[in-house]
T-cell receptor
C-alpha cells in the first residue's frame, strides 16, 4: 500500500478564499483523523471518522471548518473563508481499529496571505 | 483532560551515545501510547506502540517503556547516529475515546557526527 496520501502538498491562497484539502487513507483502515500542526499549539486533533461517520469534531476551531468522508477511501477538509491564522500543516492519519498504530500522510502546508 | 509533556524540548548528543527521551501524562487511564518520529517538513512515522497492559516494546536500537501508575514513558535510543536526528513525539490514547490521541510537543534530537 502507498500509505496515507494527501493532496496538495503545498497550498498558498488569499484570505477569504475557499481551501479544500484531500486525504486517501490506507485501504481497509476504518478510522481517519485530521490534525493541524503549528509551532504555537503543536499537533491538534481536529476531527475523526469511524466507518465514514464523524465521531468527534470537538477540535474543529470554527464553523469555517468542515470535513466530509463520502466513502471509505476519501476525505476532505474544507476551510471557507480562509484566514491567515489558518496557516499551518494539516495532517491526515488512518488506523485499522480504534487505538491502534496510526499512519500519517506527508501533510499539506497551507499558507493564507 | 489529558495532558502530555515531553522533556527536554531539545537534546544534542555526540554520535554513539545512548540516550533517553521522556514523556509524561496526567491521566493514567490510557489505552495505549505511541512514539513517533518527525523529520523536518515530513509527516509522522510510527516507531513503537505500547498497549496499556505492556511494560515495554523494542525495535532495533529503540526501546520504549511504559509505567502507567506513574504516568511515564521513556524512549531509549542505543548507539545514536546522525540519522536519528529528528523530532520525537509521544501520543496517548485514553480509555474513554478510542480514537482520540493527545500529543506531546516533542523532543528535537540532534546527533552530532
Amino acid at each position: 500500500d502507498a500509505g496515507v496520501i494527501q493532496s496538495p502538498r503545498h497550498e498558498v491562497t488569499e484570505m477569504g478564499q475557499e481551501v479544500t484539502l484531500r486525504c486517501k487513507p490506507i485501504s481497509g483502515h476504518d478510522y481517519l483523523f485530521w490534525y493541524r500542526q503549528t509551532m504555537m499549539r503543536g499537533l491538534e486533533l481536529l476531527i475523526y471518522f469511524n466507518n465514514n461517520v464523524p465521531i468527534d469534531d470537538s477540535g474543529m476551531p470554527e464553523d469555517r471548518f468542515s470535513a466530509k468522508m463520502p466513502n471509505a477511501s476519501f476525505s476532505t477538509l474544507k476551510i471557507q473563508p480562509s484566514e491567515p491564522r489558518d496557516s499551518a500543516v494539516y495532517f491526515c492519519a488512518s488506523t485499522l481499529g480504534g487505538g491502534t498504530e496510526a499512519f500519517f500522510g506527508q501533510g499539506t502546508r497551507l499558507t493564507v496571505v | 483532560k489529558q495532558e502530555v509533556t515531553q522533556i527536554p524540548a531539545a537534546l544534542s548528543v555526540p554520535e554513539g551515545e545512548n540516550l533517553v527521551l521522556n514523556c509524561s501524562f496526567t491521566d493514567s487511564a490510557i489505552y495505549n501510547l505511541q512514539w513517533f518520529r518527525q523529520d523536518p517538513g515530513k509527516g509522522l512515522t510510527s516507531l513503537l506502540l505500547i498497549q496499556s497492559s505492556q511494560r515495554e516494546q523494542t525495535s532495533g536500537r529503540l526501546n520504549a517503556s511504559l509505567d502507567k501508575s506513574s504516568g511515564r514513558s521513556t524512549l531509549y535510543i542505543a548507539a545514536s547516529q546522525p540519522g536519528d536526528s529528528a523530532t520525537y513525539l509521544c501520543a496517548v490514547i485514553g480509555n474513554t475515546n478510542a480514537g482520540k490521541s493527545t500529543f506531546g510537543d516533542g523532543t528535537t534530537l540532534t546527533v552530532k557526527p
